[in-house]
Every structure is written in C-alpha cells, then in structure tokens.
C-alpha cells in the first residue's frame, strides 16, 4: 500500500497557526476514524499527538487538534511556539488490516 | 512508567535475517488490549510500519514485507522480536519498537529504536 501524502513542509511565525494535510483513500483515512499524528524531533522517538481523528493523550497541549473530512485529515497547531518545529507524520489503520504513514511534513518556525 | 527497550546486532550482511528484540518492563505484555508494534525508518526518510503481535500470538503484516517479516512473542521473558529475512540494504534503518492500542490508532508508547545496518 502507498503511504498516504503529506506536504514536505510547512512553516510559520510564532503564535499563527499552521494546518498539516494527510491525503489516503476509501481504504484507510476515509475508511476509519483511525488516524493518528506523531511530532518527531531529530534523533528522537516519535511522540503521540493525536489518535483517533481528534483525541489528544493526556499531557498533549490543546493547541493541537486533528480533524478529517473524507479521504484527508488535517492537523492544526495553533499559536505556533518554538518548540513546534519537528516533522510529523500521519499514520491511518487500513484495509489489509494494517497501519499506513504519512510521508512526512518538517514544521519550520520562523 | 512502561518503557520499551530494543537490542539488534547493530550490522546485519545482505541475504541474512535480521532480528531485533523488544524487552518491555513497568507492565505485562500478556494484558488485553494491546498489540505490540515494530516501525522502521530508513535513514533521512520516513516511518514505515512493519507489524504487530498480541501477546497471544495472534500478527499483523505489512502487506508489502509480510512474504519476509516474522513477528514472535516470549511471555516469559516479556519480550517480542522481529526477523526479516533476505535483507538488503534497503532494510537499514533504526527499528522501534511501540505498544498499540486495540481498537484504536492510539500508538503510545515508543522503544528509543536502534539502527541495523545492512552491509557487507
């Protein structure tokens, strides 16, 4: 299976907001209520942000939100800090059954 | 506090199987609900996930490896381990580990990974 599209990058100013597409098929993220984003610093593991389309783990700042309409999910930051600038990969069950990535999208704060 | 903690050869040559294993501690690998999950990424690039395993045995694949990944679980030990055969270079990459939610696309918790080079 194809990973599912997201664009290479994405960059704004401390305190605006930003909004990360992640493009599927009927197969996966238009299929399922089964989405998740990572944020993932250099040399890090990757870190839950949100799962399930729109829920935040306990400890997750609220200025993330994810939704989804259709085929494409999109996760929003909003009042961008510093500390926001990582990639983030989406990730949707599928099909198979089996879990698809994103192909990432690196977050500059400028 | 659960932690995950991968343990792999760190070289691997071209043709052999590469295995990695997962030791978790500060919980069960036998509790219901969670599947326990291998994700690789290549140098520079991407996520890919690889599969996961319930403590029962039951797997999941990738489709595009399932014909070379086999995923196992050692209750006893309270480890699972991954081997996949046939590698090439393509298969470089730091492996980690996850614990997966059943029911849920709830990824939450991450070994550090470790890097398996494939090289002769």
């Known amino acids: 299976q194809s990973a599912l599209t997201q664009p290479a990058s994405v960059s704004g100013s401390p305190g605006q907001s930003i909004t990360i597409s992640c493009t599927g098929t009927?197969?996966?993220?238009?299929?399922?209520?089964?989405v998740s984003w990572y944020q993932q610093h250099p040399g890090k593991a990757p870190k839950l942000m949100i799962y399930?389309?729109?829920n935040r783990p306990s400890g997750v700042s609220n200025r993330f939100s994810g939704s989804k309409s259709g085929n494409t999910a999109s996760l929003t930051i909003s009042g961008l800090q510093a500390e926001d600038e990582a990639d983030y990969y989406c990730?949707?069950?599928?099909?198979?059954?089996?879990?698809?990535f994103g192909t990432g999208t690196k977050v500059t704060v400028l | 506090q659960l932690q995950l903690q991968e343990s792999g050869p760190g070289l691997v040559k071209p043709s052999e199987t590469l295995s990695v294993t997962c030791t978790v501690s500060?919980?069960?690998?036998?509790?219901?609900?969670?599947?326990w999950a291998w994700i690789r990424q290549p140098p520079g690039k991407g996520l890919e996930w690889i599969g996961s395993?319930?403590?029962?045995?039951?797997?999941y694949y990738d489709p595009s490896l399932k014909s070379r990944v086999t995923i196992s679980v050692d209750t006893s030990k309270n480890q699972f381990s991954l081997k996949l055969s046939s590698v090439t270079a393509a298969d470089t990459a730091v492996y980690y580990c996850?614990?997966?939610?059943?029911?849920?696309?709830?990824?939450?918790?991450w070994g550090q990974g470790t890097l398996v080079s494939v090289s002769s």
């Open positions: 996850a614990r997966e939610i059943e029911g849920s696309s709830r990824t939450d918790y």
């Open positions: 500060g919980g069960s690998i036998t509790t219901s609900t969670y599947y």
């Open positions: 395993i319930y403590y029962s045995g039951s797997t």
């Open positions: 009927s197969s996966d993220v238009g299929g399922y209520n089964y």
């Open positions: 399930d389309v729109s």
């Open positions: 990730s949707s069950y599928t099909s198979s059954p089996s879990y698809v």
